[in-house]
């Protein structure tokens, strides 16, 4: 209980995230990719959302990519900068730093009642992906921060890139940050056993985890084939499932203070249910449901872990924080494009709270 008190205690005044940030086209009004005659335009990427919902909520929010010193890349940082995310340590790459010298684009064909949305990554040798991540002095890099949020996309993005969220990793445990971590599988990136194997490498850096896959958890460390303590739970498990799989990640990995996940029942692709699971101070808690249309679905999940990391870092109780969470993710479905743009935390109590009143 003690470790996980100095969680809730310590005083966090400055978030930074690292990940890539990624040009995103879509049809506008539902249309097919193969039958539209124009996209709307905007930014987006899992790590930029997060600081941008962050940012947008009042939080000193701070988010490092390196995009390429043209007209996109520069708009890209416009755009973050316009949501009050910090962009000082973004770096503008030459053509001699990075060959291709292109930005990764992402199409997002939007779904409808039965119809289900669709992505098609275009970011093979972006930037991002090509840069040497080894010149980054990760000393200043994360000098003054206090919190420091990564994913499981960026190392999918290639060797040079696994190895920099590595470093990252252990500067930060060196420097005292708080560090959440988020498998976020991609398969179109990686395979299953390559992102469990090194997203397992990851757990003992992680004092917040989000999301129990892709993550290793064998039964017997030296007899794989006794299989994984995840093997039998179901895609929606009740409280007693679930806080029996949380309990031994955190049996597994004592450093973990706090591990978070969210379940989506769909009944369309238009209306979805979601709810989350929490354990934090040695118990999990269960959130409230809630139930909508969607307009937009990406970026759900990265308003899911902003709202806890706002909630962690405003001390909210545990209810409400995994509440406050769920309650993001919902309202971001209401919204067009990637980041969750509310810029009122009041605004997501009331969902919280089932209020849906007019707000005068």
């Known amino acids: 209980m003690e470790q996980e008190n100095a969680l809730r205690k310590k005083q966090i005044s400055r978030f930074i995230t690292i990940g890539e940030i990624m040009l995103r086209l879509t049809p506008p009004n539902y249309e097919k990719i193969r039958g539209t005659s124009g996209f709307d335009a905007s930014y987006g990427g899992s790590e930029a959302n997060i600081a941008l919902a962050l940012a947008n909520l009042g939080v000193d929010s701070t988010f ?11 708009s890209a940082i416009r755009w973050l900068r316009s949501n009050d995310v910090h962009c000082t340590p973004m770096i503008l790459s030459t053509p001699e730093q990075t060959p291709t010298h292109r930005m990764g684009v992402y199409y997002v064909e939007t779904g409808y009642g039965i119809r289900a949305s669709k992505v098609i990554y275009d970011r093979k040798n972006s930037a991002f992906s090509e840069f040497d991540f080894s010149a980054v002095d990760l000393d200043r890099l994360l000098e003054g921060y206090d919190w420091l949020h990564l994913g499981g996309i960026t190392p999918a993005l290639g060797e040079s890139c696994r190895d920099f969220v590595m470093a990252c990793l252990k500067k930060a445990r060196e420097k005292g940050l708080v560090i959440s971590f988020d498998g976020n599988f991609r398969k179109n990136l990686w395979s299953w056993e390559e992102a469990r194997d090194f997203c397992t490498e990851c757990l003992p850096y992680a004092d917040v985890l989000f999301g129990i896959e892709p993550y290793h958890l064998w039964k017997d460390e030296k007899d794989h084939a006794k299989g994984d303590w995840k093997d039998d739970i179901p895609l929606q498990p009740d409280l007693e499932q679930q806080d029996r799989i949380f309990r031994r990640f955190a049996k597994r990995y004592p450093n973990i203070r706090c591990i978070a996940r969210h379940v989506r029942y769909a009944h369309s692709v238009s209306e979805n249910s979601l709810k989350a699971y929490m354990w934090f101070e040695g118990r999990t808690i269960e959130s409230n449901l809630f139930t909508f249309h969607i307009l937009d679905r990406v970026g759900g999940g990265d308003a899911f872990v902003s709202g806890l990391i706002y909630g962690m870092i ?47």
């Open 314 to 360: 405003h001390h909210y109780n545990a209810s409400d924080m995994v509440n406050f969470a769920v309650a993001s993710s919902a309202i971001k479905h209401t919204i067009h494009g990637d980041g969750n743009i509310t810029d009122d935390a009041q605004t997501i109590k009331n969902l919280m709270n089932m209020n849906y009143d007019i707000k005068r």
């Open 64 to 74: 490092f990519s390196v995009v390429p010193d043209n007209s996109l890349g520069k």
